[in-house]
């Protein structure tokens, strides 16, 4: 009796499947992995809303893009931006500086000139600052570029006089052309000014030479001018000194103490005012001596 007892317990026992342990222990894995998972990610979280939160100074704006798509403008102040979606790029809104260096260009009278010049710009305060964003790749190197095209054209279309002459001019024509060709990219340019003129050595020697008979031209002229206006007055002391002979005595005394007054080295030899009038020939003198004699006879 007792085998069979033994055999209906074994019989009895349910069977273990080794496939299903396999199952199970697999999906255990896969809900432990999704624990860690989630677990990783919320501790993840407060580190990212860190580097989401971003302080915009007040002369930055910047230009916010979700999914890659263009949303706006984030104004100074603190923003918060969500993580692995958005996306900002901070302009500068400030005056900037671009120095355009010393280059060699030909005027329109071929004459070969270093010219070099200083441009003011800034990127506009509205919405149109995420222009120079979205359209132009490096807005300070576009700028660069496009103000040393321009300045070589209009260099080239002046004639050297008007270059250095009207200097104004030329600066107003090239803010016009270089504001023109920024404005679709949302850039103000607010001031071109040409520092320096450098002329070739032979140009140099040649204005000289204009500049210097220029001034004596100018020299002579205001010369014979003042002659002509002193010849009136001259004339009027002259007839008034004739009116009395004492009076050309004081006179020639009066140049001799101004004479003597510097200290330099001429020497003045004063002579008596009747040794002079011996070489004195009056001829009213002479005609009337000569009609007296033509009546003796």
């Given amino acids: 009796m007792e085998p069979s007892r033994d055999r209906l317990r074994i019989v009895s026992e349910p069977s273990v499947d080794p496939c299903s342990d396999c199952v199970v222990s697999c999906l255990t894995c896969f809900v432990r992995g999704c624990i860690y998972l989630i677990s990783f990610i919320i501790a993840f979280i407060p580190l990212t809303w860190c580097s989401c939160a971003v302080i915009i100074q007040e002369y930055e704006r910047a230009v916010f893009f979700r999914w890659g798509k263009y949303q706006g403008i984030k104004m100074p102040g603190f923003n918060v931006f969500l993580p692995l979606i958005d996306k900002w790029v901070k302009v500068d809104v400030r ?4 120095n355009l260096p010393t280059q060699e260009m030909l005027t329109k009278e071929s004459v070969t000139v270093e010219v070099n010049a200083i441009l003011l710009y800034r990127i506009k305060d509205t919405e149109e600052c995420a222009k120079a964003i979205i359209n132009v790749q490096n807005p300070a190197l576009a700028v660069w570029e496009i103000a040393q095209t321009t300045l070589r054209d209009v260099i080239g279309e002046s004639e050297l006089d008007h270059l250095l002459a009207n200097r104004d001019g030329l600066n107003a024509r090239l803010l016009s052309q270089i504001d023109k060709a920024t404005d679709p990219w ?15 050595k032979n ?22 001018e ?5 010849a009136e007055p001259l004339l009027k002391a002259a007839m008034t000194l004739s009116r009395n002979p004492a009076s050309m005595q004081l006179r020639y005394l009066e140049t001799l103490c101004s004479i003597s007054a510097e200290k330099n080295s001429t020497v003045v030899f004063p002579l008596p005012l009747e040794f002079l009038r011996a070489f004195d020939r009056n001829p009213q003198k002479d005609e009337i001596i000569m009609l007296e004699s033509k009546k003796d006879i």
Avoid at 95 to 98: E, G, L, M, N
Avoid at 190 to 200: G, M, S, Y
Avoid at 203 to 224: C, D, L, N, P, T
Avoid at 226 to 230: C, H, I, N, P
Wanted: glycine residues 6%.
């Fill in 95 to 98: 005056v900037q500086t671009v």
């Fill in 186 to 200: 949302g850039i103000k340019v607010e001031t071109v000014e040409v520092k320096d003129v450098r002329l070739p």
């Fill in 203 to 224: 140009m140099r020697r040649v204005f000289g030479v204009q500049a210097e008979a220029e001034r004596e031209r100018r020299a002579k002229i205001i010369s014979a």
């Fill in 226 to 230: 003042g002659e002509m206006q002193a």
